[in-house]
């Protein structure tokens, strides 16, 4: 039980978990998105496709639709299904103790944490980056960071902090955000990011510059 990052996995993310059976030939686990979806947990109860899922309820502070209220409980709830081997909690509710009771239940549960941050206004400088991703690996399986990219130097910044947390042996998972840099989500895997996201259907993007589905396993597959 528990998904396993040992090697680069390829999440297809969606808010229906009817889109797993197309999400099969090129994903290698589903990422829901609890906060998206009209009744996450009856879906994730009737849910009987191959694919492990990494379960997200993201916050509406965080770039999701999710309010806080029974928020973090309802992530608490899907780690006792069948199927949900991963769990994506915010870092700052971690740091503010907030997700305590949820980090318990997941590692009783033997559910994997995915500790996350996301930067919308920009890319912080490489010191900072490499900061919140220590501090994120402290709490969870896998630390994830997804910064906006301005610029050629900030995706470069986030590849360097990739290429040193995991060379110090942590598990991270990487992307900038947006036009700039769209190209991190294919060629983070080759500094050492664990975790690739992208939609089945290109029109259901959860975040700005993802490739689909498709072409992002067949980039990652290119330059492994």
Known sequence: MGLHFDSFVLAAATATLADEPAAREHADAIEFRMDLADEPLSALEAYDGDLPILATNRADWEGGEASDEGRLEALSDATALEGVEAVDVELESILEG??????ETARERDVSIVAS???FEGT???PELVRTLTEASKYADVAKLAVTAESKADTLALLSATERLTAHGDTVATMAMGEVG???RAVAPVYGSKIGYAPVDPAEATAPGQYDLETLAELV????
């Open 98 to 103: 907030e997700a305590e009771g949820l980090l």
């Open 117 to 119: 941050a996301h930067d």
């Open 124 to 126: 912080p400088p490489r």
């Open 182 to 184: 769209s190209h991190t």
């Open 221 to 224: 597959a290119t330059l492994d």
